[in-house]
């Protein structure tokens, strides 16, 4: 059965900033000082958009001491590509299935 793409979650990846974090993360932990220093953004516009990853499920945080590491967390992202493996794999399905025009 085919799942619905969840528009919500794609909205939050959506954001190339955004995006740009889940890539990162997605080679190591990192805390919010290497994220301002990978990405060129500024500590409070980033601290908006890992506060929309986190309230979304993307990431989640270890503290650790004054400073706060951000984990990406796979199981979400491997869930969307699910649901977008499960739409590809539908058009090839159907790639012949035509509805007649009245």
Not at 20 to 31: D, K, P
Not at 36 to 63: D, I
Not at 91 to 101: G, L, P, Q
């Amino acid at each position: 059965m085919m799942t619905s793409v969840d528009t919500d979650l794609i909205r939050v990846l959506g954001d190339p900033l955004r995006l740009q974090i889940v890539t990162l993360l997605a080679r190591e932990t990192l805390c919010t000082t290497h994220l301002v220093e990978e990405t060129g953004a500024k500590q409070t516009n980033l601290s908006n958009h890992l506060r929309v990853l986190r309230e979304a499920g993307v990431v989640e945080t270890e503290p650790c001491g004054r400073f706060t590491y951000y984990r990406l967390k796979p199981d979400v992202i491997e869930a969307l590509a699910g649901r977008f493996a499960d739409l590809a794999a539908a058009a090839r399905a159907h790639a012949d299935t035509k509805r007649a025009c009245p």
